[in-house]
């Protein structure tokens, strides 16, 4: 049994530790924040980074120091919503930037529209078919504005633009931007109630008070009411 001034030895030891120094005691501890009860696969998108994951969930481990299952549970939630919050910025990069290259497709293609007119010809000299064939007045000009409508259709399919097309097409409405400032209020109100939460049962433990938080009526505008 370990006497009270080694249990204070021990308890001023792990005031003065600052977590892993070896690049080895770093990579499993990074892999030990995204195995304990935040199921990574679930949390990641097919294009998201684990180890970034990993590393943030380590940061926010070592700042906010948990002690015990519900603490640990507390912080998994925290950097659960933490990731997911910084998502936005990217979906709402996305969304905007898979509208702007179909608005510039759509100006190309009406470009090279203009390029080409209608005249009546053989279609099939063999079967004596006959209707409309598609002459090019500007080759250059065709060809050039063809060029612009596929590449920004191509950009349509960059990563940042599907991202934001995926939201959209989940929103099933044009409104995805509103739609989406809504979700990252109400995450955002989730990570504050899960970090308070968490700051009250530290508190506690350490015999002290922590005041509820303040109520907040948030409308759909994004205006906090208190």
């Given at each position: 049994?370990?006497?009270?001034?080694?249990?204070?030895?021990?308890?001023?030891?792990?005031?003065?530790?600052?977590?892993?120094?070896?690049?080895?005691?770093?990579?499993?501890?990074?892999?030990?924040?995204?195995?304990?009860?935040?199921?990574?696969?679930?949390?990641?998108?097919?294009?998201?980074?684990?180890?970034?994951?990993?590393?943030?969930?380590?940061?926010?481990?070592?700042?906010?120091?948990?002690?015990?299952?519900?603490?640990?549970?507390?912080?998994?939630?925290?950097?659960?919503?933490?990731?997911?919050?910084?998502?936005?910025?990217?979906?709402?990069?996305?969304?905007?930037?898979?509208?702007?290259?179909?608005?510039?497709?759509?100006?190309a293609g009406k470009k090279a529209a203009k390029q080409t007119r209608k005249i009546p010809g053989p279609l099939d000299t063999h079967l004596g078919a006959y209707g409309e064939k598609t002459q090019v007045l500007d080759t250059a000009e065709h060809g050039q504005a063809v060029a612009?409508?596929?590449?920004?259709?191509?950009?349509?399919?960059?990563?940042?633009?599907?991202?934001?097309?995926?939201?959209?097409?989940?929103?099933?409405?044009?409104?995805?931007?509103?739609?989406?400032?809504?979700?990252?209020?109400?995450?955002?109100?989730?990570?504050?109630?899960?970090?308070?939460?968490?700051?009250?049962?530290?508190?506690?433990?350490?015999?002290?008070?922590?005041?509820?938080?303040?109520?907040?009526?948030?409308?759909?505008?994004?205006?906090?009411?208190?």
């Amino acid at each position: 049994m370990s006497s009270l001034p080694q249990i204070e030895a021990n308890r001023r030891n792990g005031k003065l530790s600052k977590g892993p120094k070896t690049f080895e005691g770093k990579a499993i501890a990074a892999r030990n924040s995204v195995k304990h009860g935040l199921l990574a696969h679930q949390i990641l998108l097919p294009n998201e980074d684990a180890s970034a994951l990993a590393e943030m969930g380590q940061r926010l481990r070592e700042e906010l120091q948990p002690t015990g299952e519900l603490e640990s549970r507390l912080v998994d939630r925290i950097i659960e919503l933490a990731w997911r919050l910084g998502r936005f910025g990217k979906i709402e990069a996305g969304i905007l930037s898979w509208h702007y290259y179909g608005v510039l497709a759509e100006r190309a293609g009406k470009k090279a529209a203009k390029q080409t007119r209608k005249i009546p010809g053989p279609l099939d000299t063999h079967l004596g078919a006959y209707g409309e064939k598609t002459q090019v007045l500007d080759t250059a000009e065709h060809g050039q504005a063809v060029a612009e409508q596929r590449k920004h259709e191509l950009d349509r399919e960059s990563d940042t633009a599907t991202c934001g097309e995926a939201f959209v097409r989940d929103s099933r409405t044009e409104n995805a931007l509103p739609k989406l400032s809504r979700y990252e209020t109400a995450i955002e109100r989730s990570l504050f109630k899960a970090y308070h939460e968490l700051q009250r049962l530290q508190a506690s433990r350490q015999g002290k008070e922590v005041p509820l938080p303040v109520a907040l009526d948030v409308n759909i505008s994004g205006v906090e009411r208190r």
